[in-house]
């Protein structure tokens, strides 16, 4: 009854006007800086998992590009897996902004990940946010620290510049990993370290 009592209105009423359809672009929201900060750097962890060195430049500006280039091709040589960089405690002041990034890797192969804490800036431009610096001298990932070959054996990654002999540690850690199978009396060693 409702639906016929507002279809009788008289008929002077001119036609309704099309709405926007929920999740439209016209009715989402412009994303706030937060979330903007948030996404660069979900794109800059893709970059460097999927090894696109290009993408992972250019989610950066100035002189931190230079720095990336140099660290996407250290990372093109590790078996790099599961890269995460998650924005939390952004902090925004007009065109610059810093985050408190927690950082997060794993490596081919080994069970785990590596995770550690820096503090990123990043600017706005033209292109939208960039990262302006990420500075940092612990805690950071084998790629932003020297350039690393990987050095496989059975139960170990051993990570080392080119001119670093590792020969005899991994010799001694194979040692050491078939003694500790053999003296462990509860649990397991995990396949590789």
Same mark, same amino acid.
């Given at each position: 009854?409702?639906?016929?009592?507002?279809?009788?209105?008289?008929?002077?009423?001119?036609?309704?006007r099309p709405t926007a359809t929920?999740?439209?672009?016209?009715?989402?929201?412009?994303?706030?800086?937060?979330?903007?900060?948030a996404a660069l750097l979900n794109d800059r962890a893709a970059a460097l998992e999927t090894r696109e060195g290009r993408?992972?430049?250019? =989610?950066?500006?100035?002189?931190? #590009?230079? &720095?990336? !280039?140099?660290?996407?091709r250290r990372a093109r040589r590790l078996r790099i897996r599961a890269v995460t960089l998650e924005a939390g405690n952004v902090s925004v002041s007009g065109d610059r902004a810093t985050a408190r990034v927690k950082a997060g890797y794993a490596?081919?192969?080994?069970?785990? =990940?590596?995770?550690?804490?820096? #503090?990123? &800036?990043? !600017?706005r431009t033209a292109d939208g946010w960039r990262v302006?610096?990420?500075?940092?001298r612990r805690g950071?990932?084998?790629?932003?620290?020297d350039d690393f070959r990987e050095r496989r054996t059975e139960h170990f990654v051993v990570l080392?510049?080119?001119?670093?002999?590792?020969?005899?540690l991994v010799v001694a850690l194979e040692d050491g990993y078939a003694?500790?199978?053999e003296l462990l009396t509860r649990g397991r060693l995990r396949r590789r370290y």
């Open positions: 009854a409702l639906a016929l009592v507002a279809g009788c209105g008289g008929g002077d009423d001119p036609a309704p929920p999740g439209t672009p016209a009715e989402r929201p412009e994303p706030t800086d937060q979330e903007q900060i993408a992972y430049v250019q =989610t950066a500006t100035g002189a931190q #590009r230079r &720095r990336d !280039r140099a660290d996407a490596i081919e192969g080994v069970r785990g =990940t590596f995770v550690y804490e820096r #503090r990123v &800036r990043a !600017r302006s610096a990420a500075p940092g950071l990932a084998p790629w932003e620290v080392a510049p080119p001119e670093v002999a590792v020969d005899e003694t500790m199978s």
